[in-house]
């Protein structure tokens, strides 16, 4: 017997079919099928490798060969059958040394698996009170790297589409390297807002706009934003997680720098690419990166990035000179990666390497 307080799940309704009125005067032709003959290599069969089912794996017959110019003006993936008297899209980037990188398909393997959630994965529940100076400057440090985060999703967005569909492994990546811009400029924004602090100043951003009206190629913006601005944001992560005053912070700061190293790796090789490939491109990135240099060390004069640092590196104000020597040493760090990048890239700055830069490796 049933209590009254014990209610029945009632039986479902069953579904009704629905009666299908056919018109016998409707004339349906016959399937032509054409499109199945449609290919230009059938029977292919990619078998998972230790990785699993990876991008590079898929790179085998027709659809591995990755020719140095992409000459079909359409959305057609490569080693698709071509479908005739398709508009045109006006893709400017055709040729394969205006993009291309060797390591795009590992890197965006990468990116995939090493997903993280900011608002889940930081352990926010330990922040804790900070003195007033310290967190004040984390805030301005935090506002700054927000600011540089949207810059780079920015830019990239709007490359991608002028970007060749034959060289899909660039893409892709670059999508995820987006999404990992969008993720920082997330993650920052809320370090800055989740311990009684908030939005700092913003910068002059004189480097940024340089990035953003950077319409030269995509070589040349990717030369200010994957190794000039990439390297030193690169370098600053390592020093936030060093200093870290709680395991949120030093969870932001690791997570953001595997991100980064990324994006630098995906920057110099494709530049390395395109130095090799095309005359006098190393010319070019030397001249840029006179103009480049000289603006970012103009911006570092002002305050709204080193002056947090020594703070954040001193414990506060009163340590803020020690701080700043720990400031000089992060900026040594960071121009002898930079030199070095330039080397292996092969363009070597020798004399024409800004002072204002070079002071930091030479006291």
Not at 161 to 180: I, R, T
Request: a neutral charge.
């Amino acid at each position: 017997m049933v209590k009254k307080d014990e209610r029945q799940t009632p039986a479902p309704t069953p579904r009704r079919r629905r009666n299908l009125k056919i018109d016998h005067d409707l004339e349906v032709p016959d399937p032509s099928m054409a499109w199945m003959s449609r290919t230009l290599e059938w029977g292919v069969r990619v078998k998972p490798g230790a990785k699993g089912m990876t991008m590079q794996g898929l790179n085998v017959g027709i659809y591995g060969e990755i020719p140095d110019r992409w000459d079909e003006q359409t959305r057609m993936p490569r080693g698709a059958y071509p479908m005739a008297g398709i508009p045109p899209i006006g893709i400017s980037l055709r040729e394969k040394r205006d993009i291309w990188a060797d390591n795009a398909a590992d890197l965006y393997e990468e990116a995939i698996q090493r997903r993280w959630i900011p608002a889940s994965d930081i352990p926010w529940d330990t922040l804790g009170p900070l003195p007033g100076d310290v967190e004040a400057a984390m805030c301005q440090l935090c506002t700054e790297l927000s600011q540089a985060a949207n810059v780079e999703f920015e830019t990239i967005g709007y490359w991608l589409q002028h970007m060749s569909y034959g060289y899909h492994e660039v893409k892709v990546f670059l999508a995820s390297n987006m999404f990992d811009a969008g993720r920082h400029h997330e993650a920052f924004r809320k370090r800055a807002l989740a311990n009684g602090g908030g939005l700092g100043i913003e910068s002059k951003g004189e480097i940024n706009r340089m990035i953003l009206e950077s319409k030269g190629g995509w070589s040349e913006t990717s030369l200010l934003l994957h190794l000039l601005r990439g390297l030193f944001i690169q370098t600053i992560y390592r020093y936030g997680e060093r200093f870290a005053h709680n395991p949120a912070e030093k969870f932001l700061f690791g997570r953001a720098l595997q991100d980064k190293a990324r994006h630098t790796a995906y920057g110099l090789q494709h530049l390395r690419y395109a130095v090799t490939h095309q005359q006098e491109k190393a010319l070019v990135f030397q001249r840029l990166l006179n103009i480049g240099e000289r603006v970012f060390a103009r911006e570092l004069q002002e305050p709204v990035v080193l002056e947090p640092l020594a703070i954040i590196f001193g414990g506060g104000i009163e340590g803020a000179k020690a701080g700043m020597r720990e400031v000089h040493h992060m900026m040594g760090d960071f121009v002898k990666s930079y030199l070095a990048s330039t080397d292996w890239i092969g363009v070597h700055r020798g004399k024409a390497f800004t002072k204002e830069l070079a002071r930091y490796v030479e006291a």
